[in-house]
T-cell receptor, first 108, second 114 residues
Framework: RKEVEQDPGPFNVPEGATVAFNCTYS??????FFWYRQDCRKEPKLLMS???SGNEDGRFTAQLNRASQYISLLIRDSKLSDSATYLCVVSQGGKLIFGQGTELSVKP | EAGVVQSPRYKIIEKKQPVAFWCNPI?????LYWYRQNLGQGPELLIR????????DSQLPKDRFSAERLKGVDSTLKIQPAELGDSAVYLCASSLSKPGNEQFFGPGTRLTVL
């Protein structure tokens, strides 16, 4: 079983749609949680950290449920520019462990 | 401010040949990471340095891979000899030393082994 698991996608959605990505992690000792975004043939970049209380950044909302070891990312009002792969990431002892990523394609 | 710099950006070699990748982290970042990313997968950590010390190399295939960060700044990752399965993107990242600090990635080196 992988340490961080995500739906592989791809998710194909129209502009303006709301899309949700789910992620589970296996190690309850994981300390920090993130969503990274990776455009095609580019490097990953931090999208947002994820906190137990939930946090929002514009159209993006991230949630963490430590009891269920579950992380989510919600994107509202999808834009064409949101098309990318979204990587769920957990931190253990200074080391980042990445999920395989969920590909999102937003269509006009 | 310059980001993480990597070279070369692309490398094509035949199997059994050696190859080396170079990384220059963001100025002031003491922690440096090498990751390998296979197609359709997330990056996987190969080695992590704190200054010049390799503090986590548990995922580095030591029979053919080696890395160094002699002066605690630039780093080199080497594969000798390369195998077909080594084809991947090799990403370097850096961060400040405090746990939980954001890691900044370089553009990667795309390696193709024929």
């Amino acid at each position: 079983r992988k340490e961080v698991e995500q739906d592989p996608g791809p998710f194909n959605v129209p502009e303006g749609a709301t899309v949700a990505f789910n992620c589970t992690y296996s190690n309850s000792a994981s300390q920090s949680f993130f969503w990274y975004r990776q455009d095609c043939r580019k490097e990953p970049k931090l999208l947002m950290s994820v906190y137990s209380s939930g946090n929002e950044d514009g159209r993006f909302t991230a949630q963490l449920n430590r009891a269920s070891q579950y992380i989510s990312l919600l994107i509202r009002d999808s834009k064409l520019s949101d098309s990318a792969t979204y990587l769920c990431v957990v931190s253990q002892g200074g080391k980042l462990i990445f999920g395989q990523g969920t590909e999102l394609s937003v269509k006009p | 401010e310059a980001g993480v710099v990597q070279s070369p950006r692309y490398k094509i070699i035949e199997k059994k040949q050696p190859v080396a990748f170079w990384c220059n982290p963001i100025s002031g970042h003491n922690t440096l990471y090498w990751y390998r990313q296979n197609l359709g997968q997330g990056p996987e950590l190969l080695i992590r340095y704190e200054n010049e010390e390799a503090v986590d190399d548990s995922q580095l295939p030591k029979d053919r891979f080696s890395a160094e960060r002699l002066k605690g700044v630039d780093s080199t990752l080497k594969i000798q000899p390369a195998e077909l399965g080594d084809s991947a993107v090799y990403l370097c990242a850096s961060s400040l030393s405090k746990p939980g600090n954001e890691q900044f990635f370089g553009p990667g080196t795309r390696l193709t082994v024929l």
